[in-house]
């Protein structure tokens, strides 16, 4: 993959992804309504809709999956870097590439795990065993679609994060795969107020 097309895909990506994290925020937003709703109902009118746990069981899963291309390709994942940063840069370059691979052998674990209760599911017809019987081939798709994207994401930024150990950017590595500094934080504030 040349520097051009690399970063052609993962603009691309960013735009997928940042409409998956604001649907994904907006289920969370959604969910918050429907059981605050529910819990006045029961308070007030002593009376139920009833699935408002059900559904935000299901929305809290599905914006997850969706959030996490966002958070890779915003280095928001949560790694440990207190010993990372006094480290050369090689031995921080090793460590993002074995960062990225260990995520990703996580999140092919994930996914196959979602497509193994999605095609259970689809087999079997299945329904949730709650009122609403939701069939759940609908959120488990859903759930699944979110891992996929997440995947696509971290097969690109791998291969670009692999380009750049080959050519000896570190830097550029850094900027694909490396831990935030307080620096870049700084940065990604100042342009979101300018």
């Known amino acids: 993959m040349t520097d051009a097309a690399g970063g052609a895909v993962t603009r691309a990506l ?26 006045v109902l029961r308070k007030v009118l002593n009376m139920s809709f009833g699935g408002a746990d059900e559904l935000s069981g299901y929305a809290y899963a599905i914006a997850s999956s969706w959030a996490f291309a966002f958070a890779l390709l915003s280095r928001d994942h949560i790694r440990i870097d207190v010993v990372y940063v006094v480290f050369p840069a090689r031995v921080r370059a090793a ?35 709650t009122p609403l019987a939701t069939p759940l081939w609908i959120p488990q798709a859903l759930w699944l679609l979110g891992f996929i994207l997440f995947l696509v994401v971290l097969a690109v930024q791998f291969a670009r994060s692999a380009r ?7 830097e550029m590595l850094r900027s694909i795969a490396g831990t935030k500094t307080v620096r870049d934080e700084v940065r990604e504030e100042l342009d979101r107020q300018a």
Not at 164 to 170: N, S, W
């Open 164 to 170: 750049a150990i080959a050519r000896g950017d570190l």
């Open 95 to 129: 460590l993002d590439m074995i960062a990225l691979a260990s995520l990703g052998a996580f999140a092919v674990t994930l996914a196959i795990y979602a497509w193994q209760a999605l095609s259970f599911s689809l087999e079997m017809g299945a329904t949730a065993n």
């Open 14 to 39: 960013e735009r997928v992804s940042r409409v998956a994290v604001w649907i994904a925020g907006g289920m969370m937003l959604g969910t918050v309504g429907l059981v605050s709703a529910e819990v």
